[in-house]
T-cell receptor, first 112, second 112 residues
Framework: AQTVTQSQPEMSVQEAETVTLSCTYD???????LFWYKQPPSRQMILVIR??????QNATENRFSVNFQKAAKSFSLKISDSQLGDTAMYFC?????????FGTGTRLKVLA | DVKVTQSSRYLVKRTGEKVFLECVQD?????MFWYRQDPGLGLRLIYF???????EKGDIPEGYSVSREKKERFSLILESASTNQTSMYLC???????????FGPGTRLLVL
């Protein structure tokens, strides 16, 4: 069975600094998709970034980028130039079909 | 933009009550999902519907049922609410084959 592990329950970062959130997963499949979601205090879940396993190039969306290491089954999220609005719960997720497996989340607080 | 709405943001019910959580999406998405979110456990799939009147059990279907009589509406039913069903419930929808990105605002349910 696939699993997704986020080992950092809470993190904090100073405004304008860079922070990296970790995610590891376990699967025997070769084709799959990985995602990072953000859930701010409003509770509205937002898709931040996605990565297709068959693509070697790391995905980037503005200040958000990933470090995808397929052999190590690692998928970390880097947030550059952190902003107060980045304060949220971040979830890593894995899918091959309709079923998304979510990690337990990392609560990120951006400090002014 | 797709809008996914949930009937209540907060709900308080008594043990043994029958509870209906309603989810409506306005973009003709075939796939709809109900997740349960608990601290330290992330999001767990309760039920998935891939089309009208079609459903599949997720990882934690016990104590829940669903109804999808119309494409835009996906209802989660707690036949006899119990205290261990106190949680945040998230609904989501998507067209088949596309990333899961459209979530409702969540219903925080308290069962006393």
């Amino acid at each position: 069975a696939q699993t997704v592990t986020q080992s950092q329950p809470e993190m904090s970062v100073q405004e304008a600094e860079t922070v990296t959130l970790s995610c590891t997963y376990d699967t025997s499949e070769s084709n799959y998709y990985l995602f990072w979601y953000k859930q701010p205090p409003s509770r509205q879940m937002i898709l931040v970034i996605r990565q297709e396993a068959y693509k070697q190039q790391n995905a980037t969306e503005n200040r958000f980028s990933v470090n995808f290491q397929k052999a190590a089954k690692s998928f970390s999220l880097k947030i550059s130039d952190s902003q107060l609005g980045d304060t949220a719960m971040y979830f890593c997720a894995f899918t091959r079909t309709y079923k998304y497996i979510f990690g337990t989340g990392t609560r990120l607080k951006v400090l002014a | 933009d797709v809008k996914v709405t949930q009937s209540s943001r907060y709900l308080v019910k008594r043990t043994g009550e029958k509870v209906f959580l309603e989810c409506v999406q306005d973009m003709d998405h075939e796939n709809m999902f109900w997740y349960r979110q608990d601290p330290g456990l992330g999001l767990r799939l309760i039920y998935f519907s891939y089309d009208v009147k079609m459903k599949e059990k997720g990882d934690i279907p016990e104590g829940y049922s669903v109804s999808r009589e119309k494409k835009e509406r996906f209802s989660l039913i707690l036949e006899s609410a119990s205290t261990n069903q106190t949680s945040m419930y998230l609904c989501a929808s998507r067209p088949p084959g596309l990333p899961l990105r459209d979530f409702g605002p969540g219903t925080r349910l308290l069962v006393l």
